[in-house]
């Protein structure tokens, strides 16, 4: 895929508001360009306190682009630098680092880190799965952040497990299904005692289209 192809899908998706934060790419590297677009919905408990009437998350519409730098040896480690958005109303840097793939063969894994502009949220994770030859892949992702804000206080961890189905050579549909849960704990300016204090969850169901070289 094109470059100037995958950032003009950028523009029209970054005026849509998202919330859950999505890894939208397999623990194996591909070489080269790719982009792609996800959407995600979230369905649980509606929280009714204060600002917050919803779920916890309430899903995300997002479209990334990426450069993959796959190591020639099978002794050396893979990466990925990618920009996506909006994930959380932001846009976000996605940076991830596979194993090389010789310490685990037949199985990729690798560590990631998801780092937001606007908001300053930061979210360490970790990746590992399996693809076949004809490019069928599983995948789970499990991830944790703390969002500290001048009258909040989030800690949640984001969990997704994801099935990968090739479309043709230079395209696959990612299948995306996830579990958030954190403690979130929100408080008035000027006023120690918080208004709200409890567990969220949410279940998050979404796919992404992507496009590689």
Not at 122 to 133: D, E, H, K, L
Not at 157 to 184: C, D, I, M, R
Request: hydrophobic content about 40%; overall charge neutral.
């Amino acid at each position: 895929m094109r470059l100037p192809l995958a950032a003009a899908a950028v523009v029209p998706v970054l005026l849509i508001t998202g919330c859950a934060p999505i890894i939208t790419h397999g623990p194996d590297v591909h070489p080269g360009f790719s982009g792609g677009a996800s959407a995600a919905i979230g369905d649980g408990p509606t929280y009714e306190n204060g600002d917050d009437p919803g779920p916890f998350y309430i899903g995300a519409a997002i479209v990334n682009v990426a450069y993959g730098v796959r190591a020639k040896s099978d002794s050396r480690p893979s990466f990925r630098f990618g920009l996506q958005g909006p994930t959380i109303d932001a846009v976000a840097l996605d940076l991830f680092v596979q194993a090389p793939r010789k310490w685990l063969r037949p199985v990729s894994a690798g560590a990631g880190f998801m780092g937001e502009f606007s908001d300053g949220r930061r979210m360490p994770y970790v990746q590992t799965g399996i693809r076949s030859a004809e490019g069928f892949g599983l995948n789970a992702a499990v991830s944790r952040y703390k969002d500290a804000r001048r009258n909040r206080m989030e800690k949640a961890q984001v969990n997704w497990l994801s099935f990968e189905a090739p479309l043709t050579k230079f395209a696959a549909l990612h299948f995306h299904f996830g579990y958030a849960s954190a403690h979130v704990t929100k408080w008035i300016r000027l006023d120690e005692t918080p208004y709200i204090d409890e567990d969220r969850w949410v279940k998050l169901g979404g796919a992404t289209l992507e496009l590689h070289h």
